[in-house]
């Protein structure tokens, strides 16, 4: 099926309207490629008459599912490890820190819990892989003063397909053995006669999921003391990243981290952070002046 230029144009654009990803001419392919199967379900002729179809704006599930076939899922457990060894060695401890604080000025208060958001959380890896060092960090060092219930954890995607794999947390062979180590799987999934590992619910109920679109206003989530974004604002123009940026330093706490993925940076579009480097990671906290 033949994609003309002004096809491309035109679902391209919807692409950045709907959910702020670029796509760049040189990647034509993505949209022929990965649209071609639903134009095809949608009984449509051409890319054409498929664009005509979904810029009447009437069928959410078929906005979804261009939505899921561009935006890239790419996830694992632990995926680049060092920043949740960051996580755990250096941003925990100090998280700690902060609930006992917290804790010590209202002692019944609900605001003593930590709050971490993980934005753009796919099928779930991320999240839970945080939830799951809580978890070794609280058990191991036995920590005094504090518990899992001083931990909240948000989720975040915009695709709702990926958001049902993650709630139901549930992962085939290939997922659990990409990154996953084995005490992690031995000790938080079962197998289940499906075939798949299903993780444990003490670890599913301390993350909450909920779809959300990073071009719209997001700042009525709250505010949080840990954010993750990692490999999010690559797809991203400037213009959005900076929106997206000038949001997170709203909702951030004053002494709060910022993971970012090890291709992108703050720079040349905020002053609102300053990096920190922590071993191979590299953090961003609120540039207080």
């Excluded at 960051?86 to 609900?110: C, W």
């Excluded at 796919?122 to 809580?134: D, F, L, V």
């Excluded at 053995?177 to 289940?192: D, H, I």
């Excluded at 954010?227 to 123009?237: A, H, K, P, S």
């Amino acid at each position: 099926m033949e994609l003309t230029a002004q096809d491309f144009a035109n679902l391209s654009q919807y692409v950045y309207k709907k959910c702020g990803i670029v796509v760049k001419n040189e990647k034509t392919y993505l949209i022929q490629q990965r649209l071609a199967p639903i134009v095809k379900a949608e009984g449509c002729d051409s890319f054409g008459e498929f664009y005509l179809k979904l810029s009447k704006g009437h069928n959410n599930n078929l906005h979804d599912q261009v939505i899921v076939a561009i935006t890239t899922n790419e996830t694992s457990f632990f995926r680049d490890n060092h920043p949740f060894e960051t996580f755990k060695k250096d941003v925990l401890p100090q998280v700690e820190k902060v609930i006992l604080e917290r804790k010590s000025r209202v002692p019944q208060r609900k605001g003593a819990k930590v709050r971490l958001w993980c934005a753009a959380s796919s099928t779930g890896q991320e999240p839970y892989c945080i939830a799951m060092i809580i978890y070794e960090y609280l058990q191991t060092a036995k920590r005094k003063g504090i518990a899992v219930d001083d931990f909240e954890i948000l989720a975040t995607d915009i695709s709702s397909k990926v958001l049902a794999q993650a709630i139901a947390g549930e992962f085939n062979e290939y997922e659990v053995l990409r990154g996953l180590p084995a005490v992690y799987k031995n000790k938080y999934f079962t197998k289940c006669s499906n075939g798949l590992w299903e993780i444990d619910q003490k670890i599913r109920d301390l993350v909450e999921f909920k779809r959300l679109n990073l071009m719209e206003r997001f700042t009525m989530l709250g505010g949080f003391d840990v954010i993750f974004c990692r490999n999010v604002l690559i797809y991203f123009d400037d213009d959005a990243k900076r929106k997206i940026l000038d949001q997170f330093f709203s909702m951030i706490s004053d002494d709060g981290y910022l993971f970012l993925g090890a291709t992108e940076s703050v720079y040349g579009l905020t002053d609102k952070f300053k990096s920190v480097r922590t071993n191979s990671t590299i953090l961003y906290k609120k540039n207080i002046k």
